[in-house]
């Protein structure tokens, strides 16, 4: 089949959000999405653009994206590319078009001169896992991912613990 990567645009934005509505179901976090369109078109497409989206097409039609954005390593010295998200729509898989679209960003790493190209797989996604490891991606086990969120954020940023030991 034929697959077509590109930018999205601003208006992609209704997409996108269905997109990331849609692996939410599949990941079992429906209950975790919060985010409101305005702000997320903000930080796609506003003046200082804090992450950007690929649409993967088959035949012409959208079924897949990625949302990535820039971290940085200093041990490297040089910027990598964070995947937050890929999705690729049940119908379209096994068309390539996830293939098509980690091809793209890794050819996207190369031309911005970045070190790495990562992501994070939920550990029981074992389809996912076994299709990165074809790849050549390697699992970073020696790593934990660590997250700050909600409440214990605001607390963190006011110089709070959250446990009651300090």
């Known amino acids: 089949m034929s697959t077509f990567i590109r930018s999205a645009t601003p208006d992609d934005l209704p997409l996108i959000c269905a997109f990331i509505r849609e692996l939410a179901e599949y990941e079992e976090l ?8 305005a702000v997320l078109h903000g930080y796609l497409f506003g003046p200082r653009p804090m992450a950007e989206v690929l649409i993967g097409e ?4 959208a079924q897949g994206f990625a949302l ?7 041990f490297e010295g040089r910027p990598g590319i964070y995947l937050e998200d ?3 729509r049940p119908a379209a898989r096994g068309a390539g078009l996830g293939k098509a679209l980690l091809v793209k960003l890794a050819a996207l790493a190369v031309e911005r001169n970045c070190a790495r190209l990562e992501w994070s797989v939920l550990d029981w996604n074992e389809p996912a ?6 790849l050549g991606a ?4 020696q790593w934990t991912v660590m997250r700050v969120d909600a409440g214990a954020l605001s607390q963190l940023a006011a110089g ?4 009651a030991e300090s």
């Open 160 to 163: 709070q613990s959250a446990s």
């Open 86 to 88: 890929l999705y690729v």
């Open 30 to 37: 429906a209950h975790a999405v919060r985010f409101d369109e």
């Open 129 to 134: 896992i076994g299709f990165y490891r074809s």
């Open 58 to 61: 088959v035949k012409g039609e």
């Open 68 to 74: 990535f954005f820039h971290n940085f390593s200093t």
């Open 138 to 141: 390697i699992p970073q086990e």
